[in-house]
T-cell receptor, first 109, second 112 residues
Framework: GQNIDQPTEMTATEGAIVQINCTYQ??????LFWYQQHAGEAPTFLSYNVLDGLEEKGRFSSFLSRSKGYSYLLLKELQMKDSASYLCAVMDSNYQLIWGAGTKLIIKP | IAGITQAPTSQILAAGRRMTLRCTQDMRHNAMYWYRQDLGLGLRLIHYSNTAGTTGKGEVPDGYSVSRANTDDFPLTLASAVPSQTSVYFCASSDSQNSPLHFGNGTRLTVT
């Protein structure tokens, strides 16, 4: 079966760096997405990786290793507004998105 | 402002009643999707439409139906609601198959 694993919850300190991991087993691969979802709101797109390596976008970076079925989202200089859930999703060979359950990130002052 | 509009924002519905959740986008995206989100689970696809006039079943289609008469609108109908359909429903759209999804603000549905 297809599966996406990510930690349920993480806690970090304002100003610090946090890495949220995502491992996947899917039928084929057509890209990996990260979304941010604040409580009570809709998910919003953060990043897309289809090739191995690191994609940097301001304070947020996303890494992909297709051979290991692994990705991480790196958040630097954490701010209180980064408190949210982070959703990992993989597009399989049929272009269907498989979603992880999300990682709730709690930022403490 | 371009985007996706869902209605209603929230609804309490008696079991056995029929309900249509509305979704409209003004981005001229070809593909549209309906997801449900439940605590502890990832987003689960109910139905999708790759282009106007076509629809397909997702992971959890039972008890739901959709139509796509035009590019902009993608309503989701619950023919006879059951308590297990209590959830937050998100409509989304994308320009092409591997483009990012744009989500509506969601409909919080409670079936009693």
């Amino acid at each position: 079966g297809q599966n996406i694993d990510q930690p349920t919850e993480m806690t970090a300190t304002e100003g610090a760096i946090v890495q949220i991991n995502c491992t996947y087993q899917t039928s084929g691969f057509n890209g990996l997405f990260w979304y941010q979802q604040h409580a009570g709101e809709a998910p919003t797109f953060l990043s897309y990786n289809v090739l191995d390596g690191l994609e940097e976008k301001g304070r947020f970076s996303s890494f992909l290793s297709r051979s290991k079925g692994y990705s991480y989202l790196l958040l630097k200089e954490l701010q209180m507004k980064d408190s949210a859930s982070y959703l990992c999703a993989v597009m399989d060979s049929n272009y269907q998105l498989i979603w992880g359950a999300g990682t709730k990130l709690i930022i403490k002052p | 402002i371009a985007g996706i509009t869902q209605a209603p924002t929230s609804q309490i519905l008696a079991a056995g009643r029929r309900m249509t959740l509305r979704c409209t986008q003004d981005m001229r995206h070809n593909a549209m999707y309906w997801y449900r989100q439940d605590l502890g689970l990832g987003l689960r696809l109910i139905h999708y439409s790759n282009t106007a006039g076509t629809t397909g079943k997702g992971e959890v289609p039972d008890g739901y139906s959709v139509s796509r008469a035009n590019t902009d609108d993608f309503p989701l109908t619950l023919a006879s609601a059951v308590p297990s359909q209590t959830s937050v429903y998100f409509c989304a759209s994308s320009d092409s198959q591997n483009s990012p999804l744009h989500f509506g603000n969601g409909t919080r549905l409670t079936v009693t």
